[in-house]
T-cell receptor, first 116, second 114 residues
Framework: GAGVSQSPRYKVAKRGQDVALRCDPI?????LFWYQQALGQGPEFLTY????????KSGLPSDRFFAERPEGSVSTLKIQRTQQEDSAVYLC??????????????FGPGTRLTVL | GENVEQHPSTLSVQEGDSAVIKCTYS??????FPWYKQELGKGPQLIID?????GEKKDQRIAVTLNKTAKHFSLHITETQPEDSAVYFC?????????????FGKGTKLSVIP
């Protein structure tokens, strides 16, 4: 069955470039999450959407990071003026319900961003 | 905020032996504790979870135990198989407005030696 998909799977950017990472959640899932996973670390929460509303962006590391989900389905994470410390795997997850820790989060394969 | 510590960071076991991974959490209000398995090049996949109103949950070869008093939970894998080799993450989340926000441990790389 269709799971969460992300594109591109790999992205190499020169320092200072802007990048856009796409997430296609499971159809009908209300909640969407972005996480950042540094090498050898666990995922760290970036932001949370309930339908098209961004309810929590407390994990975004700087104002260079911006996420949107305009129609409540596909989401894009944009990073402006990339820096080397932005190099990481960016994971997207979706869940059926609205909020609540009991809703299983289904993860995509991630986008590996390398900033040179 | 919540802090989750996980150990060991690496674990090697012989096929057929058991593996145990332990996590501690800091926020006594946390009430949901999932475990994820991440294979190389893939996203984390939920393998088992436990809520704070139970002390143990089992699913075939996998079990999780929770000690709320000690703020400690563990993953037990019995009769390990080579396909169990992966990185395992524990996580915790709490009640209230931020209950969707999972805090992960740093992971345990499990290697099952045939």
């Amino acid at each position: 069955g269709a799971g969460v998909s992300q594109s591109p799977r790999y992205k190499v950017a020169k320092r200072g470039q802007d990048v856009a990472l796409r997430c296609d959640p499971i159809s009908g899932h209300v909640s969407l999450f972005w996480y950042q996973q540094a090498l050898g670390q666990g995922p760290e929460f970036l932001t949370y959407f309930q339908n098209e509303a961004q309810l929590d962006k407390s994990g975004l590391p700087s104002d260079r990071f911006f996420a949107e989900r305009p129609e409540g389905s596909v989401s894009t994470l944009k990073i402006q003026r990339t820096q080397q410390e932005d190099s990481a795997v960016y994971l997207c997850a979706s869940s059926r319900g609205a909020g609540g820790g009991y809703n299983e989060q289904f993860f995509g394969p991630g986008t590996r961003l390398t900033v040179l | 905020g919540e802090n989750v510590e996980q150990h060991p960071s690496t674990l090697s076991v012989q096929e057929g032996d058991s593996a145990v991974i332990k996590c501690t959490y800091s926020d006594s209000a946390s009430n949901y504790f999932p475990w994820y398995k991440q294979e190389l090049g893939k996203g984390p996949q939920l393998i088992i979870d436990i809520r704070s109103n139970v002390g143990e949950k089992k699913d075939q070869r996998i079990a999780v135990t929770l000690n709320k008093t000690a703020k400690h939970f563990s993953l037990h894998i019995t009769e390990t198989q080579p396909e169990d080799s992966a990185v395992y993450f524990c996580a915790a989340s709490g009640p209230g407005a931020g209950s969707y926000q999972l805090t992960f441990g740093k992971g345990t790389k499990l290697s099952v030696i045939p």
